[in-house]
């Protein structure tokens, strides 16, 4: 099985921007769909944005036009770029991945990583 772990996150001014990484181990993360999901404080985990085997991606409305999720396949990694961020964006960020083609949904997912905090603010 795979092991995930983000970094990246950190405090950050309105506007700014942010590049969020997936490091896998165990398995070639080239094999899984993955996607970055949020949970902010009082709030359920929501779906940010994915990518499947063969570099499709879909993104939640809110970001569509600010984040772009990309992989790594030589550093067996995926990133979330995050820009014009917003202190809506304020969260802690997690990757997952599955072993479905497609998956937007969190009860997909299989494989978790333990998380990043990113804080927009000023």
């Known amino acids: 099985q795979v092991q995930l772990v983000e970094s990246g996150g950190e405090l950050v001014q309105p506007g700014g921007s942010l590049r969020l990484s997936c490091a896998a181990s165990g398995r070639p993360v080239s094999a899984y769909a993955v996607g970055w999901f949020r949970q902010a404080p009082g709030k359920e985990r929501e779906f940010v944005a994915t990518?499947?085997?063969?570099?499709?991606?879909r993104y939640e409305d809110s970001v569509k036009g600010r984040f772009t999720i990309s992989r790594g396949n030589a550093e067996n990694a995926v990133y979330l770029q995050m820009n014009s961020l917003k202190p809506d964006d304020t969260a802690v960020y997690y990757c997952?991945?599955?072993?479905?083609?497609?998956?937007?949904?969190?009860?997909?997912?299989?494989?978790w990583g333990q998380g990043t905090q990113v804080t927009v603010s000023s």
């Open positions: 990518i499947n085997r063969i570099g499709g991606t």
């Open positions: 997952a991945a599955s072993e479905r083609f497609w998956a937007l949904a969190s009860e997909a997912y299989a494989y």
